[in-house]
């Protein structure tokens, strides 16, 4: 195990190179220039020159990734060349509201996801199966931002309550007020997330149950919770912890969304304005973030598998 960890944390740093240079290279590929889009249509040619030779515009690709880097390695991911702020300092105010709502989005995804997907599998055909198949099918259809949209008029309308919008009360401030104003917004970023997991953990109870040796521990005479506790769940988690791993990158696609409704000021509202003002170093320091966070879980997941199941082994 120690060896296989060793291995895939090498791994990673060959993996966040090219995913960093890729985005690198794309960003000289869109058009538009920051220059322009930062000091507006009425800068003249030589204000324009001036902020590129200050912000290495006008480096070639090999160059400008080089000194990226060399920043990156002393702690610096350089200045956003639209609001003329630190990228860490920025990333260290909005990283951890992304971090909270992705947290409790989790949270509720495997709360609500997994207990409902395993009693689904298991009383198959009983009507809690029906209802829950039901549900998940409304929940992977109904959009995101609809369901947030409606959390937010609905209660204003019907009982004069709008929950906390903007700005963000730290947990260990006011954990009332904090979990007040990242409950709800995380509850409907797990809508969607946790109806594939109670999809696929039904699945995944269904073909475990038609096991021979679940048949062998009934045959013993074994009570059905011991039959599905001790012998059955090992085996049928390992795809849903693979699924919950992948949804991950799922929620921050879902999160920017709904950052923007309930105005959030967290990382993916930051990318999105980011991306569309050409603000270089900040999407490359987002990326490198959100890279090694994603890469890490993964390494997370695939280590959780020899726990969950004793057979498996990494050598």
Same mark, same amino acid.
């Given at each position: ?14 993996? !966040?190179? #090219?995913? &960093? ?11 538009? $220039?920051? +220059? ?13 020159? @001036?902020?590129?030779? %200050?912000?290495?515009? *006008? ?26 702020? *630190?990228?860490?300092?920025?990333? %260290?105010? @909005?990283?951890?509201? &992304? ?49 947030? &949209? ?20 730290? #947990?260990?401030? $006011?954990?009332?007020? *904090? ?9 409907? #970023? +797990? ?28 045959? %013993? ?8 506790? @001790?012998?059955?769940?090992? *085996? ?26 309930? &105005? ?28 090694? !966070?994603? #890469? ?5 997941? $695939? ?5 969950? $199941? ?6």
């Amino acid at each position: 195990m120690r060896h296989y960890v060793l291995r895939r944390l090498l791994l990673l740093v060959p993996t !966040i190179l #090219l995913i &960093t240079f890729a985005v690198t290279s794309l960003m000289r590929v869109v058009p538009g $220039d920051p +220059a322009t889009l930062a000091l507006g249509q009425q800068a003249t040619e030589e204000d324009r020159e @001036r902020f590129r030779e %200050k912000y290495g515009l *006008n480096d070639s690709l090999p160059v400008a990734y080089l000194r990226w880097w060399q920043g990156v390695f002393q702690g610096d991911l350089g200045e956003s060349v639209v609001q003329r702020t *630190n990228v860490t300092t920025e990333l %260290k105010n @909005r990283l951890p509201v &992304t971090l909270e709502m992705l947290v409790l989005a989790v949270f509720f995804t495997v709360v609500f996801g997994v207990p409902a997907g395993i009693l689904a599998g298991v009383f198959r055909g009983s009507l809690f199966d029906y209802a829950v198949r039901f549900i998940s099918v409304g929940g992977l259809s109904i959009p995101s931002f609809w369901l947030g &949209t409606l959390a937010i008029l609905l209660p204003a309308i019907w009982w004069g309550y709008l929950p906390p919008l903007g700005g963000r009360v730290p #947990l260990t401030e $006011d954990p009332v007020r *904090n979990l007040e104003q990242f409950w709800l917004p995380s509850a409907i #970023l +797990a809508v969607g997330a946790s109806a594939g997991v109670i999809r696929i953990a039904r699945s995944s109870v269904l073909d475990v149950s038609r096991s021979d040796y679940i048949r062998t521990a009934y045959a %013993k005479g074994l009570g059905q919770r011991v039959v599905v506790v @001790r012998h059955m769940l090992r *085996n049928a988690m390992i795809p849903v912890i693979t699924l919950i791993g992948l949804q991950v990158a799922g929620l921050f696609g879902g999160a920017v969304i709904i950052e923007q409704i309930f &105005t959030l000021q967290g990382v993916g509202l930051m990318f999105i304005g980011s991306i569309f003002n050409r603000d270089y170093p900040m999407i490359q320091g987002i990326v490198l973030f959100l890279a090694t !966070i994603f #890469l890490t879980i993964n390494l997370l997941v $695939d280590v959780s598998y020899a726990y969950i $199941d004793p057979r498996i082994r990494y050598s």
